[in-house]
């Protein structure tokens, strides 16, 4: 049973408040730490909402259990704790006026009124930054049937090291922080922890090789401090026009290592490709569920005359793709990275270059002492040590052939 009782509820934190006589009457001064939002008999402030990602009973290490918050028209505030949509006991329905007092507190004026606007509704991509807890945010912004909507997702202040993360082995992250060029690819679903990975890897390489690193990112979310090496961080939109053209002008900058935030069409798969077969360490994400899956996503991108091209330029680019899941942990205390490991050795590169996408996984299964590994192999692995249970498992495997390994 969540504790939703926590220090941030004291009374002496709360003030009655009569959202009838009183929102209307608010300035256009946004203020965080005015109370706007009904739980039972007592109102909250949006601060002290947002208090909940930095609760220490919430805290696993330097990462939140809680991952995002969610405000609907209509519906009361919830957070995704351990991946689950929990809605804030006795929290009422949030009403247009509260919604929009909200955004006005995390908004950019114009982006307030981007989001605000009847005439020509659009979503809303940005950040907030909690300066008063030094915790950042990546906000969207939406409407549905019933009115306006949005998310925020915290993103955590300090960069885990990379034995915190929680790679299958040692040998995994060492081997990819020791690479002088290559693409890094890192996929998985939203939330699956993409962003926490390639920042671990990154800083590690920052805190222990002299290198230039260059980062594309949309936006921003963690901040890292140069160390041995000198690092940049420019955010799509703001520092450079988008990922490719951020890319193209990385390129002339004379970087060792480049973090693309997302490939997402095929000008940045294409620069991507060619900086890594230029002597340049590459890191990007893809929204794919399994390893081979980014392969194939990638040839995808290009028109079908290219693809026996595509294959070779990827099958000498690509280093490492790792392909991860957040499963639930059997104590019920958070949640473990599962992960697919898929390296770029000999036998996988000529399956690459052929375009021979079925025996990617068969490759894998079997070349564990190359460092490689499947997702249902890792599953096996923490099922068998009583990390996850076998429901947790069948439900995040990629094969179903993993039901028969489990007995």
């Known amino acids: 049973m969540l504790n939703w009782q926590a220090s941030i509820f004291c009374s002496s934190m709360l003030e009655e408040f009569s959202f009838s006589d009183h929102l209307s009457e608010m300035s256009q001064q946004y203020d965080l730490n005015q109370a706007i939002y009904q739980v039972g008999q007592n109102s909250l402030s949006f601060a002290q909402i947002l208090n909940y990602f930095v609760d220490p009973s919430y805290q696993r290490g330097s990462l939140s259990r809680i991952s995002d918050l969610h405000v609907k028209t209509g519906r009361p505030v919830s957070f995704r704790i351990d991946d689950d949509l929990t809605p804030m006991p006795e929290g009422s329905g949030v009403s247009d006026e509260v919604i929009r007092y909200m955004l006005g507190v995390v908004l950019s004026e114009k982006h307030l009124a981007i989001a605000l606007s009847d005439d020509e509704p659009k979503d809303v991509d940005t950040a907030f930054e909690w300066k008063e807890k030094g915790v950042n945010f990546r906000i969207n912004v939406f409407r549905d049937r019933d009115g306006l909507a949005f998310v925020m997702r915290v993103l955590a202040s300090n960069i885990p090291s990379i034995q915190e993360v929680g790679l299958p082995s040692e040998k995994i992250w060492q081997d990819i922080t020791n690479l002088k060029r290559g693409l890094v690819l890192v996929t998985g679903v939203t939330g699956s922890g993409k962003s926490t990975t390639i920042s671990a890897l990154i800083n590690h390489i920052n805190l222990y090789r002299k290198t230039r690193i260059i980062t594309l990112e949309d936006p921003v979310e963690f901040l890292f401090k140069s160390e041995t090496s000198m690092v940049s961080q420019r955010q799509v939109g703001q520092d450079v026009p988008t990922f490719a053209g951020g890319l ?15 490939i997402r069409d095929t000008e940045t798969a294409s620069l991507a490709l060619s900086a890594a077969e230029t002597g340049h360490l590459v890191f990007s994400t893809l929204h794919t569920r399994d390893a081979k899956g980014a392969l194939s996503r990638i040839v995808d991108m290009f028109p079908s005359e290219q693809t026996k091209s595509l294959c070779l330029q990827l099958s ?72 996850i249970t076998k429901e947790s498992a069948i439900t995040y495997t990629n094969e179903a052939s993993l039901l028969e390994r489990l007995g």
Do not use: C
């Open 248 to 262: 193209r002008s990385a390129l002339r900058e004379n970087p060792d290592v480049i973090f693309v935030g997302e």
């Open 316 to 387: 000498f680019s690509l280093s490492f793709v790792l392909s991860q899941k957040l499963v639930p942990r059997a104590d019920g205390n958070g949640r473990i990275l599962a992960m697919e490991v898929l390296k770029n050795i000999p036998a996988l590169g000529n399956l690459v270059r052929t375009g021979n996408w079925q025996q990617v996984y068969s490759t894998m299964e079997t070349q564990s002492k190359e460092g490689m590994m499947t997702m249902e192999q890792h599953l096996l692995h923490l099922y068998e040590h009583g990390v």
